[in-house]
């Protein structure tokens, strides 16, 4: 194995698999309140005057909002690679896949949120000549529309992820098969995003179930943890898989 994918130096799978669910609740944790708690607070993409009015008188909350979405991400990306070493056992073709999916899809999101943090620059900017004062908050808009959108592609991506997960936890001896088939079901509702015009349509129905799926995988990452004996078995049988 190359020098860069070496092993972490965790003191078993067990140890891995919390490490793991750590780092997934932290995401969910932060996403929930950057999302839910300040952006949906902040922004009405029906009205980018009240938008442009809100972001400015509540620039620290805002700012705020932007550096729990780039911990959330720090953290997303730290899981997904985590991940590929639990299963790296039981296919590393397929957990390697799993994995460059999920770090593309960390990568569309986090540069969206580039479009997310640019309408504070620009409504405080005097140098956009160009644009009257009444033009830059629909312009602040149009970003935060991107940065929308950017981040439901990458949802589309996670969806892949989250299949190909969910495959590995079936073929793994030291997870339970329904746990994979409910890590399915999470990952095939992602998929909708592949059209983005369904993603949002279903998006309630598919995050509630994904929350639901995400909760039952990390209680039981924590509490259950993996079967150590199954896991270094598999591991010491299948290096090159």
Partial sequence: MS?????????SPRTL???IA????LTIVLGIIAQVFISERLISFRDPA?????ILANESLYRTGFTLYMIEMAAQIAQTVLVFFLFRPVSRRIAALAMVFGLVGCTIKTFSRVFYLAPLFI???NAFAAFSADQLPAVSLILLNVNDRGAGVALAFFGIETVLEGWL???STFLPRWLGALTMIAGAGWLTWLSPTLGYAAFSVVALIALAGAIVTIG?????GVDEERWRALAATAPGR
Avoid: M
């Fill in 169 to 171: 936890i079936l073929r």
């Fill in 3 to 11: 020098p860069g994918l070496q092993q972490p130096r965790l003191s």
């Fill in 220 to 224: 039981w990452f924590l509490v259950k």
């Fill in 50 to 54: 009240r938008t442009a009015g809100n």
């Fill in 22 to 25: 750590l780092l997934f609740l």
């Fill in 17 to 19: 698999a919390r490490a």
């Fill in 123 to 125: 409504l405080k900017q």
